[in-house]
């Protein structure tokens, strides 16, 4: 479970939000809400523990992420707005740099399923930079299965999908959901999930 309490975040001078309080459970899809500028990709970056915030506690499993940060740190997934990949690696290059950042080995069965899922399979050996906007999004986005995270943190990860693309992803979220994994994402896509979504909504400070 993913507890947020009483968290602020600035931006300059500007206070995006403060006193922002959630519970995220097992089997939970929920969605931040709101403007542009109001800071939803700020919020997801605290959480991942990519970016401070001024007070507040965020916890997991019970207890502070301090507790026990490494922890945190495997059961967690952040994918940005951007694709965070290499384009002068080839697409099984990246995804075992980035495994290993998190201290895993990626086996060769598991980068075959990963790159399956996402309509990748045989692109192993394929360079970053041949592929279209779409592709590189789904290398990124084979990071879920790759790395098997429980708590999904997705900063807008339709973009560059096409419609067939929308549809396997939304499939994805539920899936990772029904199987009691948790998803917190920003997206301006309007969800079609066969599973309910928890809004939630950034207002202004």
Not at 123 to 150: I, N
Request: hydrophobic share 45%; with cysteine; net charge neutral.
């Amino acid at each position: 479970m993913l507890e947020l309490q009483n968290l602020e975040a600035w931006r300059d001078d500007r206070c995006l939000y403060q006193a922002l309080s959630l519970t995220l459970r097992p089997g939970q899809v929920a969605q931040i809400l709101g403007p542009n500028g109001v800071g939803k990709t700020t919020l997801l970056k605290q959480i991942a523990g990519l970016s401070q915030f001024m007070s507040g506690n965020i916890r997991w499993q019970h207890q502070s992420v301090s507790a026990d940060l490494q922890q945190f740190q495997q059961d967690v997934l952040f994918l940005g707005h951007l694709a965070g990949i290499k384009s002068v690696l080839t697409v099984a290059e990246n995804l075992n740099i980035l495994a290993a950042c998190r201290g895993q080995t990626l086996t060769v069965s598991r980068l075959d399923l990963a790159l399956s899922r996402v309509g990748l399979r045989g692109y192993d050996d394929t360079p970053v930079a041949q592929l279209s906007a779409g592709q590189k999004r789904r290398v990124a986005l084979a990071r879920l299965f790759t790395e098997a995270p429980l708590l999904w943190l997705l900063d807008e990860p339709f973009t560059a999908i096409d419609q067939a693309g929308v549809c396997e992803l939304e499939g994805w979220l539920a899936d990772h959901a029904e199987q009691g994994g948790m998803v917190l994402l920003t997206t301006h896509h309007r969800l079609n999930l066969r599973c309910p979504v928890t809004p939630i909504e950034l207002i202004p400070a």
